[in-house]
């Protein structure tokens, strides 16, 4: 079995992919860049997490078009990543103007030429409510998309068994399975030290507190 993996550097994509390797699939890691702060460092723990997962293949794909579309935090340098200040209702500044439809779009094109039966993606809605792009309804939605719209034999299965866990519960599924997560990057503003600050910083921390383990990465904060 194959399966395209988006492995963006981050912890649920990492804990995901050696999911998707303890179901016996071999992984085609999938990697975008797009102008994002920390892309450097992005880079950097894909290709070590594809390399440590011994993934058949490592496909970077670069989405320079974010960066001109802008909007985000992430990709637009005149907006300031904010600090995390407990839940809000509104649509985060970090967020990526249908992002994740890009991504699943080329992951598809990309499962259908290589004849993989799955396409995992971290989505995950309990620490990101704002995105809407990460909603279970958004996924499938996008699956009845890939059913339409491709050719592919076998079927590609969009899988995203993280949508409605919180981080900590896929830390612990990383945990069992030895997930290296020194090896992760979660922040969103700094590519050496991470902020400590920012929500992906605060989720991230608080996952490894709440399951009482060290975070093996080092903050500023």
Request: hydrophobic content about 40%; some cysteine.
């Amino acid at each position: 079995m194959k399966a395209v993996c988006l492995l963006s550097g981050g912890m649920d994509s990492t804990t995901l992919a050696y999911v998707a390797k303890d179901m016996g699939y071999d992984i085609i890691a999938l990697h975008f860049t797009y102008g994002q702060r920390t892309e450097k460092k992005e880079r950097a723990c894909a290709r070590t997490i594809a390399r440590m997962l011994d993934a058949r293949e490592f496909v970077e794909i670069s989405l320079e078009h974010f960066r001109k579309i802008g909007a985000s935090s992430l990709t637009d340098p005149g907006i300031a990543v904010e600090a995390y200040a407990g839940e809000q209702e509104e649509v985060p500044a970090t967020y990526v103007p249908f992002r994740n439809a890009n991504l699943l779009a080329i992951a598809t094109s990309l499962a259908e030429a290589r004849r993989a039966e799955a396409i995992f993606i971290g989505v995950q809605t309990g620490d990101y409510p704002g995105y809407p792009d990460c909603r279970p309804e958004f996924i499938e939605a996008f699956q009845r998309v890939v059913d339409l719209g491709t050719a592919a034999e076998p079927r590609i299965t969009l899988m995203t068994p993280f949508v409605r866990m919180t981080k900590a519960e896929i830390l612990r599924v990383g945990l069992r399975l030895g997930v290296p997560y020194e090896h992760t990057w979660s922040c969103y503003q700094n590519n050496e030290r991470a902020c400590g600050v920012c929500s992906s910083c605060h989720y991230r921390r608080e996952a490894f507190a709440a399951i009482g383990s060290p975070d093996p990465i080092d903050y500023e904060e």
